[in-house]
C-alpha cells in the first residue's frame, strides 16, 4: 500500500513563504504525475500545479511566479515551494500522485491528508 504524508502548513503572514513536502511511501513501483490540490473553506478543491515525472510544471494563473513545484524521483517526494503568499491562498493543500505500486501492472491515484496553510497578519 502507498501512502503521501504532507508536511510544512502552518500560519504566515501576507507576503511571506512556506515551503509543503509530500512523501510517498509503500511499495513503490514507479510515479508518474504528482500535483498540488488546494481547497478553501466553501469552495471546490482546485489543482494548483502538476509536475510530471520528467520535471515538466503547471499552474493555475493565480500561483504564477509565486508558486514553484518540484521533486526528487529518487526520495519520492515533491515539493511545494509558495512565495509571496496572500490571504487567498488560505486553503487545506492536499497532494496527489499517480503511482504505480511495484508488481502492478496500472497507476492509481493516491491522496495524502492534506496540510493546513493559513496566510493572515
Known amino acids: 500500500q502507498v501512502q503521501l504524508v504532507e508536511s510544512g502548513g502552518g500560519l504566515v503572514q501576507p507576503g511571506g513563504a512556506l515551503r509543503l513536502s509530500c512523501a510517498a511511501s509503500?511499495?513503490?513501483?514507479?510515479?508518474?504525475?504528482m500535483a498540488w490540490y488546494r481547497q478553501a473553506p466553501g469552495k471546490e478543491r482546485e489543482s494548483v500545479a502538476t509536475i510530471t515525472s520528467l520535471g515538466n510544471t503547471n499552474y493555475i494563473d493565480s500561483v504564477k511566479g509565486r508558486f514553484t513545484i518540484s521533486r526528487d524521483n529518487a526520495k519520492n517526494t515533491a515539493y511545494l515551494q509558495m512565495n509571496s503568499l496572500k490571504p487567498e491562498d488560505t486553503a487545506v493543500y492536499y497532494c496527489?500522485?499517480?503511482?504505480?505500486?511495484?508488481?502492478?501492472?496500472?497507476?492509481?491515484?493516491?491522496w495524502g491528508q492534506g496540510t493546513l496553510v493559513t496566510v493572515s497578519s
Open positions: 509503500g511499495r513503490i513501483g514507479s510515479i508518474n504525475n
Open positions: 496527489n500522485a499517480e503511482v504505480r505500486a511495484r508488481f502492478a501492472d496500472t497507476y492509481l491515484e493516491v
